[in-house]
């Protein structure tokens, strides 16, 4: 039960902390944290593979797209910030934390799963299931890898800034 206090403790802190800074850079970081701490707990649960992906596509491939999205977005283009006091945006954080409190407790109330239940779901070993992926899946996998180096591409296309040409 003590790792898993900890595990919370990282997650909600790094998720909280993202939330609370005003820097983006240091807000993507801090969320590569929180799902570090996601892909922990996945570990601590017995799902190895599921912290494999979750490290893989979250904080290496989503993280560096987020980063590369702040990176090379214009800065302070057409609207100013709205600035909020501190206690604020406090009262707005508890409003919305209790409102997805609410709707987190009254789902898992409402469910009709009985988690004692034996289940007789078939084991597959990650080696089993990359053969699965690889084999029928294989285009599939490709074809999306190829639309998400385009989407990148685009996105750097668009945000780049045309620099002045200096003529004398």
Do not use: C
């Not at 898993?4 to 983006?24: E, F, V, Y």
């Not at 701490?37 to 490290?55: C, D, M, P, R, S």
């Not at 988690?115 to 007789?120: F, H, L």
């Amino acid at each position: 039960m003590f790792p898993l206090l900890i595990i919370a403790l990282l997650i909600l802190g790094a998720a909280s902390a993202a939330m609370l800074t005003r820097n983006l850079i240091h807000s993507a970081l801090l969320l590569v944290g929180a799902w570090a701490g996601i892909a922990g707990f996945y570990l601590w649960a017995g799902a190895e593979f599921v912290a494999f992906a979750q490290v893989m596509v979250y904080v290496g491939a989503v993280s560096m797209v987020v980063l590369f999205a702040v990176l090379l977005t214009r800065q302070g283009a057409t609207s100013a910030p709205v600035e909020y006091t501190s206690l604020k945006r406090g009262v707005l954080g508890f409003i919305v934390a209790g409102g997805v409190g609410g709707i987190l407790f009254g789902a898992i109330l409402g469910s009709p799963l009985d988690v004692n239940m034996p289940t007789s779901t078939p084991a597959v070993s990650v080696k089993q299931l990359g053969f699965l992926l690889m084999d029928s899946y294989a285009p599939a996998l490709l074809i999306v890898g190829v639309l998400l180096t385009v989407a990148l591409l685009g996105a750097i296309v668009i945000a780049a800034v045309d620099q002045p040409e200096d003529t004398p």
